[in-house]
């Protein structure tokens, strides 16, 4: 079946525009999480979603970063006023219920470039 | 704050050798912990999930181990090949959300 898709894959931008990052999880998932990939580093969870309303956003840096899913299946992660410190790999993961025993299954990613 | 730690960075080895990939983490009162697969400019593929009422998972090649005590965690890959060089990320769930290491990328030489 199909897995947790991301588009775009490659967003080039320039410092103060607005960008917008989606993800399709996989079919039936209930929950959604969205991480952010600096070079060199691991994933930092950014926020996580149980059907329709964010659970936890409590790792969202700042309030440029917004994120909604408004019928519990697509999500779409909005930065604001980009700055060059935003430039990262977006991951989204989506598990079947959001459950401590749950794999989190991950897409392949956005590369947002900020100039 | 969970903190997870993976030692060594970066690993090189001859086909056909055993790896050890560790992991430590902070904060014990983990749900479970998770090891990663990531190939460059890839997402992440889901190894092994170990519960935290488990000691260790198995799959194939791949074992890895928990001791939820001590706050580590080892990652087993019997007799390497090639195809395993990638970078190895291990990752401990607390309240839905995982703290990723900062990955060990492995070699394997042909």
């Known amino acids: 079946g199909a897995g947790v898709s991301q588009t775009p894959s490659n967003k080039v931008t320039e410092k103060g525009k607005y960008v917008e990052l989606r993800c399709d999880p996989i079919?039936?998932?209930?929950?959604l999480y969205w991480y952010r990939q600096s070079l060199g580093q691991g994933p930092e969870f950014l926020i996580y979603f149980q059907g329709t309303g964010a659970a936890d956003d409590s790792g969202l840096p700042n309030d440029r970063f917004f994120a909604v899913r408004p019928e519990g299946s697509v999500s779409t992660l909005k930065i604001q006023r980009t700055e060059r410190g935003d430039s990262a790999v977006y991951l989204c993961?989506?598990?079947?219920?959001?459950?401590?025993?749950?794999?989190?299954?991950f897409g392949p990613g956005t590369r947002l470039t900020v100039l | 704050k969970q903190e997870v730690t993976q030692i060594p960075a970066a690993l090189s080895v001859p086909e056909g050798e055993n790896l050890v990939l560790n992991c430590s983490f902070t904060?014990?009162?983990?749900?479970?912990l998770q090891w990663f697969r990531q190939d460059p400019g890839k997402g992440l593929t889901s190894l092994l999930l170990i519960q935290s009422s488990q000691r260790e998972q198995t799959s194939g090649r791949l074992n890895a181990s928990l001791d939820k005590s001590s706050g580590r965690s080892t990652l087993y890959i019997a007799a390497s090949q090639p195809g395993d060089s990638a970078t190895y990320l291990c990752a401990a769930e607390n309240d839905y959300k995982l703290s990723f290491g900062a990955g060990t990328t492995v070699t394997v030489r042909a």
């Open positions: 993961a989506s598990s079947s219920s959001g459950g401590r025993t749950d794999t989190q299954y």
């Open positions: 079919s039936g998932h209930t929950a």
């Open positions: 904060d014990s009162a983990i749900y479970n």
